[in-house]
């Protein structure tokens, strides 16, 4: 994984580039695509049908977030209320949790 590490307020993160869905390399968006059906995420609605199909449950822990848990794993999906807020680091997450059902994509 490539980026930038920022120090900021006494806290220490990596800033990845395809964090903010543009690269600023390569100036692609980002996209979250369903594999099978070759179908791109264009909102929550989407998303949430295909993870119901995988054996995901919503999880209603923190209302400030829109959660996913399997139960047959310890895994938890965290995404941003606000479908204009996610960012590829949620898309790579989804992905690394269902290996063969989702991938990452330049648009």
């Not at 996913?68 to 204009?84: A, C, E, G, M, Q």
Request: charged share 25%; with cysteine.
């Amino acid at each position: 994984m490539s980026g930038v590490w920022i120090f900021k307020n006494g806290v220490v993160r990596l800033e990845n580039p395809g964090d903010c869905h543009v690269s600023s390399t390569t100036g692609h968006r980002k996209v979250l695509v369903h594999v099978p059906s070759n179908e791109v995420i264009t909102c929550y609605a989407n998303l949430e049908k295909k993870l119901y199909n995988l054996g995901w449950e919503r999880y209603y822990d923190d209302p400030q977030l829109l959660q996913y848990h399997k139960r047959s794993t310890i895994h938890l999906i965290s995404l941003p209320i606000d479908f204009n807020r996610f960012k590829s680091i949620h898309m790579y997450d989804i992905v690394v949790k269902n290996r063969n059902e989702f991938e990452v994509r330049d648009m």
